[in-house]
């Protein structure tokens, strides 16, 4: 068995769908997985999350914290088990595009050591839209 790749093997991976290879199955259930289990975390001490929210100035608190969470859940599930995908995606793209301005506003804090643990929590939440946003492109290319 030759490892050397004929012309019609590079034609059928070219034309194979790129959701059905088991590395980007791996990376949706690794990406999806983990905001879900994120957003379940915010359950679980949803009064702390939301005196966070309230702090942070979050419109009705007590109402966005367990939606905005739910929307989470919703979105990394679906994005872990490919169902809905396009709606999943969108989820994730906008409960990280509306949070994370507010929430993790860096450039407001003067202790240097809480300013750098939010930065951090910014860039991470970056590169999870970037993500997330991926996803989505990838979703509407399979319509």
């Known amino acids: 068995m030759s490892l050397k790749t004929t012309e019609r093997d590079s034609d059928d991976a070219a034309t194979e769908r ?13 990406f999806g997985g983990a ?3 994120t957003a379940l975390d915010n ?3 949803l009064d702390g999350m939301i005196a966070y929210a309230d702090s ?7 109402a966005a914290v367990p939606a905005i969470s739910g ?21 994730v793209a906008t409960f990280l595009a509306a949070t ?11 202790d240097e050591a809480e300013r750098d643990q939010q930065q951090a ?7 999870l839209l970037g993500g997330a946003l991926a ?3 990838i979703a509407d290319d399979e319509r």
């Open 35 to 37: 905001l879900a289990l």
């Open 18 to 30: 790129p959701t059905k290879s088991t590395a980007f199955r791996l990376a949706r259930l690794l």
């Open 100 to 110: 994370t301005p507010l929430m993790h506003d860096f450039w407001t804090i003067d």
């Open 135 to 137: 996803f989505l492109g």
């Open 121 to 127: 929590h910014f860039v991470k939440n970056l590169a």
């Open 71 to 91: 929307a989470l859940v919703f979105g990394g599930a679906g994005l872990a088990v490919w169902k809905l995908p396009r709606l999943a995606a969108g989820a």
């Open 43 to 45: 359950f679980r001490d």
């Open 56 to 62: 942070e100035g979050a419109p009705r608190p007590e």
